[in-house]
């Protein structure tokens, strides 16, 4: 299903650029510029062709593996996109990394003590960072560790300190949700006959919590986790502009303000491609965490 999805995606996009108000020649030459640069520059780029011809030309440049030039830089759009990927791996990572272990860790101890003290202020904390807005989340933790205390850089890339707070807005949501589905998923496999014959054998309490308990609870943590890492790897466009971070999302903020339409519908591409590889490996992880799971 990923070479239709991939061939919907792209048309959708392809269409989708073409109706946003603005003229990428004439803002690439300036609103002074003659009627035949403009025409100069629309045959350069193709853009005087019939639709139907820049999307067929489209899809067989993406065939040969070629997805076209910057209209802004003139750069391969391969090579815009390089240059920022490894930006975006890394947030993703540092944000999934904090994600998880705040949310296992908050929704194991809400588990198994539900309805208590400690269970109400999880949830509590949770169903706040599941409601923050990002925009709002990455200002306030910017004037407080950046502006208030000077602990953290505000803005850029660079060192790990770069990373810090753009990772901890971008992981709010995810841990929260996180923490909420293990809490579920512990107070369903508590109540299995396995637990309590588990517990009847004289195994320690966290042996039975972290070797039987969480690994049966973890499916649907783990179908959360990579829909919000996909979205991650894709780039995340409201923090990348709130903290001015050279990633994917940041680049196609950009691209779509300038109406670059060959990096937009690469970018989109990569997009979809990441999430359908990281569907493909959440399915195949189901079966490592529960064995009665099988693909024939």
């Known amino acids: 299903m990923t070479i239709p999805i ?23 030459a300036g609103e002074d510029a003659s009627p035949e640069a403009i025409r100069s520059l629309r045959q350069q780029w193709g853009l005087d062709q019939p639709l139907y011809v820049q999307y067929l030309t489209f899809l067989w440049n ?7 030039a910057s209209i802004r830089s003139g750069r391969p759009v391969a090579e815009e996109i390089l240059d920022r ?28 003590h539900p309805y208590t003290k400690m269970d109400n202020l999880s949830m509590l904390v949770a169903l706040f960072g599941l409601s923050a ?21 505000a803005v850029g890339v660079g060192t790990i300190s770069h990373l810090i707070l753009p990772s901890i807005t971008l992981g ?3 841990a929260a949700a996180v923490a909420r589905q293990t809490r579920s998923g512990v107070l369903e496999v508590m109540r299995q006959d396995y637990v309590r014959t588990a517990r009847s054998k004289g195994l320690p309490e966290n042996t039975v919590i972290w070797k039987h308990v969480l690994k049966n609870a973890m499916i649907p943590v783990v179908t959360v986790a990579g829909i919000f890492f996909g979205g991650m790897l894709g780039g995340s466009i409201v923090v990348e502009t709130v903290f001015s971070y050279p990633g994917l999302g940041k680049l196609l903020i950009d691209s779509i303000s300038s109406r670059d339409y060959p990096v937009v519908q690469g970018l ?11 569907n493909l490996l959440v399915d195949l992880s189901y079966s490592y965490l529960d064995p009665r799971i099988r693909y024939e």
Do not use: E, H, K, Q
Not at 11 to 19: G, H, N, P, Y
Not at 62 to 68: E, K, M, P, S, T
Not at 268 to 278: D, E, K, P, Q, T
């Open 85 to 112: 990927y490894l930006n975006t791996v890394n947030l993703a990572c540092l944000s999934l990394a904090i994600a998880l272990s705040i949310g296992i860790l908050a929704g194991v101890a809400s588990g198994t």
């Open 133 to 153: 807005p990002a925009f709002w989340l990455g200002l306030m933790l910017m004037w407080l560790f950046a502006v208030y205390l000077s602990l953290l850089p």
């Open 6 to 28: 991939l061939l919907g995606v792209s048309l959708v996009v392809f269409v989708l650029i073409r109706l946003v108000p603005g003229d990428p020649v004439v803002l690439l």
């Open 62 to 68: 993406l065939l040969r593996g070629n997805l076209g």
């Open 172 to 174: 709010a949501a995810v």
């Open 268 to 278: 989109i591409l990569i997009y979809a491609a990441v999430f359908s590889l990281v």
